[in-house]
């Protein structure tokens, strides 16, 4: 596993963070790969690139691996000579003086998650960055507009199916049907907007289950264990018969969790992200409480490293080759990598790795590649 760079991540104003070519090969350590020392593959091409990312959010384990995603495709190419980063903290002003701050100090590759605030909200900014011929990418929340027009593409994990595959699990694993809640991001943000409508396409066909978050709302849990917990705890005052929970962030899954051992409910069938803490919240609890069966998607931090690729590719001037596109598509299944009922793939615990870490994630470019042509699962 790559080793993720000591990158300062600041509320950005005019400043935005610069890691240059030499830092990203002091920071490659532990058995990380280092930058390219030769020439790297041929869809880096040999033009200068200054390289911009922004996250809107920036603040959870999600986020940071998301970062180390792209870095990885980025450590790929010599001619990247710096790397500048955002990190908004989901405030929409931070987000939009941060990408003006990367645009004024060069950067001609930019890969951007639009999650500050709702869809559309960053799209002025990033229409200006595109018509100034800057190579911009949308990932990871879908920024409203029009591909070829207001940026380069969008590329994103298929939320919506994301949401059709939990529902689907959770109608299964409740026959007598019962109550079932959705705790999600931020209000507004468009990665839970799409899974609640999957999500509700999926219930459609077990009507004994009921939503009681709504069918186009979501209980707010902020990405984030504590504020899940808390939202968890709420939803228990008011509902204390859930029978299961929807959670699109797997760590902040684990304070959902710690609302229902706080409670002294048994715990119920959970469907979420992935993450390491939370299949080893499985491990260790399952056995005591039967009802706890989890099932997750992948956390498709990996669509970085194609957003990375696209832009980098178009700010050198260079045509990618079918066979060394990371993705054809832009939009990349996301069905479910673990399944507590299915002995195929099972949680998977791994007790060396920090409690944050994303498994899917240890996918190579070439498992990636064979990933987005059939259509299947890390």
Not at 143 to 172: C, F, K, N, Q, S
Request: charged share 15%; proline share 8%; glycine share 12%.
């Amino acid at each position: 596993m790559l080793a993720r760079p000591r990158i300062t991540r600041r509320v950005v104003g005019a400043l935005v963070t610069v890691l240059s070519a030499a830092t990203l090969a002091s920071c490659a350590s532990g058995g990380s790969a280092p930058p390219a020392a030769g020439p790297g593959p041929a869809w880096c091409g040999t033009t200068p690139i200054v390289f911009g990312m922004q996250d809107g959010g920036g603040l959870n384990a999600w986020s940071k691996a998301s970062a180390e995603e792209v870095l990885k495709t980025v450590r790929q190419c010599p001619n990247v000579t710096e790397v500048l980063t955002v990190n908004a903290q989901f405030d929409l002003q931070a987000a939009v003086s941060g990408l003006q701050g990367m645009v004024a100090q060069g950067a001609n590759a930019i890969v951007v998650i639009p999650d500050a605030g709702g869809t559309g909200s960053e799209l002025p900014g990033i229409r200006s960055a595109h018509r100034r011929g800057i190579a911009i990418v949308p990932w990871g929340a879908d920024p409203g507009g029009t591909p070829g027009e207001d940026y380069l593409t969008y590329v994103d994990i298929d939320h919506r199916e994301a949401g059709r595959e939990w529902a689907t699990w959770m109608g299964r694993r409740l026959p007598q049907g019962g109550k079932v809640a959705f705790i999600g991001g931020p209000a507004g943000n468009s990665p839970s907007a799409q899974e609640v409508a999957g999500i509700v396409e999926g219930l459609r066909a077990f009507p004994n289950v009921s939503l009681v978050s709504g069918e186009t709302t979501w209980i707010e849990g902020g990405w984030d264990p504590a504020k899940a917990q808390q939202a968890a705890a709420g939803l228990l005052s008011q509902h204390p018969d859930i029978a299961g929970v929807f959670s699109d962030e797997g760590v902040s899954s684990t304070g959902i969790i710690r609302a229902f051992q706080a409670a002294g409910r048994p715990l119920v069938p959970i469907a979420s992200l992935e993450a390491n803490a939370l299949s080893c919240d499985h491990q260790q609890l399952a056995a005591a409480n039967p009802g706890f069966q989890l099932a997750t998607v992948s956390a498709g931090n990996f669509v970085g490293r194609i957003a990375a690729q696209l832009a980098i590719a178009k700010a050198a001037g260079v045509e990618i080759a079918e066979a060394d596109l990371l993705s054809p598509t832009a939009l990349v299944p996301d069905r479910l990598v673990e399944d507590s009922v299915d002995a195929t793939k099972p949680p998977a615990c791994d007790p060396s790795q920090p409690p944050s870490a994303l498994l899917s994630n240890r996918m190579t470019d070439d498992q990636l590649k064979a990933l987005t042509r059939a259509g299947g699962t890390p």
